[in-house]
């Protein structure tokens, strides 16, 4: 009986062999077309629903509904519900977004090929938009969004088949359309093969999407949408779920070693296409465009903007993982950067161990930026102190600084001079604030040694965070102490910049 | 009831000083050759505007209150299902009281067509075309049209990036060139003809009439394509039914000109 069910099981496994026990129809198509393809579309109607709706389970990213594990058709219900709302685009930054289910991406629905899915849009009161929906798993003029189209405070409905599996981008359409899904109107639906995905141990929703805001990088306060940047595709943030920091720190990916890790990752655009890659990881496999003919052992696949693909990997040593958009500029200076933390024992029979993992994650790295938070509203409400300062400071010089001055500010020998007890600081302290605003290069001489190399300006940064770091610096590793603020970096940020050090 | 006005008023001074429009004070706009972001021909045409008379404000909850009571078939609880959904007024206290958390001197919102639409008549008015209403909001402060400075799309813009859970300001914002306030900034308006602007009076000329509704169509018939500013209202506006309402959507009315000063 044993050795049976084996035999069954190699055989549906393997798709050669039908006639094992009573099946359902979605299996014998499956097997077919495993054996020729997919078939597409021609080959996607299972027939009629059977059984009583479902209701679709809707998950918030990073999270992904649970397999439908089903054998037949069924008509399945999802309703959706459009908000525009202010939310956090980093840290001391709002944007209104609009948002299918009130997160960026938006919610996650999953289906299976051949379910008749019927689709409520809801439109939140609270809304100025119209919006509408399109579909990208759809076949059908518009994709729905003609079906779709739906004032404030109403709801739509339309019905469509599943007819292609996949997994697949859904946007508002309305126009003026560039906008809607720079505003956050995107997310994912996977359209399950009939015989589902086989079983991992995780699956994670990511979506990339660039953000285009009248303020600068990090500027704080409400930033608008800034329709000339969007037109001339230079956004000011590019993001992995909508959000810098939404997958780093306490909320960053999680695994173990010895694990299979599926991500689902999607790009919303508006305008840029994804190199997406993990550092430290092979994608074993990978549906790219999420498209039925796997590739495997890829460092980095493309992710269209309105595309999406399916990635998987083995984990095998414990670490920090950082999910980027290897147009590298697009990570550490516009946000596109996401952390998978795997736990677990060391195999230095794989890796040695020595990790490098303070290059790569920059200041989000951190377990939180809550000190820069706190410095940040106290400064608001004017109770700014100097423990605040050193607190945030600490923080921020931990991402921007220490990957050359080092965590403990000792510099490396010849290269990067020392922050900690330096005479070159102690000399003139409020000289620090001019370069970084503008850099420094040529010779230098730090406590007795010539040091000659380039700082490139800091021009990420703002007054607050200029001012918090220099006060670290000033108030840590036997430095004099004493305190830069806003207004002192605002007034050397006012003047004009030195003239250039001579050539040497 | 004066007197509860008079106080609300008082408590507002500060925001609403220069805005009290109590007697319904009209401007006179003087109409003109007009390029409309929806050509009339959907192609280049321009559009002739005939002189007529805008409401300078919007019709305040205070105005909306008078109407009901002296027309109580308007009102939320009596009046016709087919005339206004279920949400008409709804952000008032009572079918005949505002309530505290409702100001007099802000745009009545929660309306319907039908319902703008008897109120203005019962000022011996109308709703306002599209066309003149985006002739009149094609203005600001100093020029007629001020659509090709960018300023002018950066304050409608802004207005969209605001999100929406505060109460809405009390009418009576900076005026324009005509005297008109409030045409933007504050809340959508309903027009006359709201529901025929993404339709084509010539299929041939435009093909698919539900063309306008798809993915990027809209560019395909904008006339001037950093107009998106417009056509996002006229997007609001195309998705909404006559009995329709929502929270952010009011109203002004429009008449012709007075005989004798047209100018």
Known sequence: MKRLMLVCVTAAALAAVAGCGPRSAGVDAALAAAAAGTGGSAKGDFGPPQGEPIHAVLTSPPMVPPPTNRHQPAKVIVELTVVEKEMPISEGVTYTFWTFGGTVPGSFIRVRQGDTVEFHLRNDPSSKMPHNIDLHGVTGPGGGAASSFTAPGHESQFTFKALNQGIYVYHCATAPVGMHVGNGMYGLILVEPPEGLPKVDHEYYVMQGDFYTVGKYREKGLQPFDMEKAIDEKPTYVLFNGAEGSLTGDKALAAKTGETVRLFVGNGGPNLVSSFHVIGEIFDRVQQEGGTHPQENVQTTLIPAGGAAIVEFHTEVPGSYVLVDHSIFRAFNKGALAILKVDGPEDKAIYSGKEVDAVYLGDRAEPNLKPVTTATRAAASGALTIEDQVEAGKVLFTGTCSVCHQANGQGLPGVFPPLARSDFIAADPKRTIGILLHGLSGKVTVNGKEYDSVMPPMTQLNDDEIANILTFVLNSWGNPGGRITTEDVAKARAEPAPAPAPAH | ?263
């Open chain 2, 1 to 263: 009831m004066r007197s509860a006005f008079a106080r609300s008023i008082i408590a507002l001074a500060l925001l609403a000083a220069a805005s009290v429009a109590t007697a319904a004070e009209y401007a006179t706009i003087r109409g003109g050759t007009f390029t409309s972001v929806l050509p009339a021909d959907g192609k280049a045409a321009d559009t002739r505007v005939a002189p007529f008379r805008l409401r300078v404000v919007p019709v305040t909850n205070g105005e909306f209150l008078t109407f009901a009571e002296t027309h109580p078939e308007w009102r939320r609880d009596r009046v016709a299902r087919i005339f206004a959904e279920p949400r008409y007024l709804e952000s008032w206290a009572a079918p005949d009281a505002l309530g505290d958390a409702v100001l007099p001197q802000q745009p009545v919102t929660n309306v319907s067509w039908f319902a703008a639409e008897a109120f203005c008549e019962s000022e011996g008015a109308r709703l306002p075309t599209w066309y003149e209403w985006e002739l009149a909001a094609a203005a600001d402060a100093t020029r007629l049209d001020a659509r090709s400075d960018p300023a002018w799309r950066e304050r409608i813009l802004a207005w969209y990036a605001r999100p929406s859970n505060e109460p809405l300001a009390p009418v009576g914002g900076e005026p324009n060139v005509y005297g008109v306030r409030d045409l933007h900034g504050l809340v959508w308006e309903w027009v006359d003809d709201f529901n025929a602007l993404l339709v084509s009076a010539d299929n041939r000329e435009q093909g698919d009439p539900d063309l306008l509704r798809f993915c990027g169509a809209g560019a395909a018939t904008l006339q001037q394509r950093e107009n998106y500013a417009v056509l996002m209202r006229i997007a609001m506006l195309s998705s909404l039914q006559a009995r329709d309402t929502t929270a952010n959507l009011g109203f002004r009315c429009a008449k012709p000109l007075e005989r004798g000063i047209e100018r």
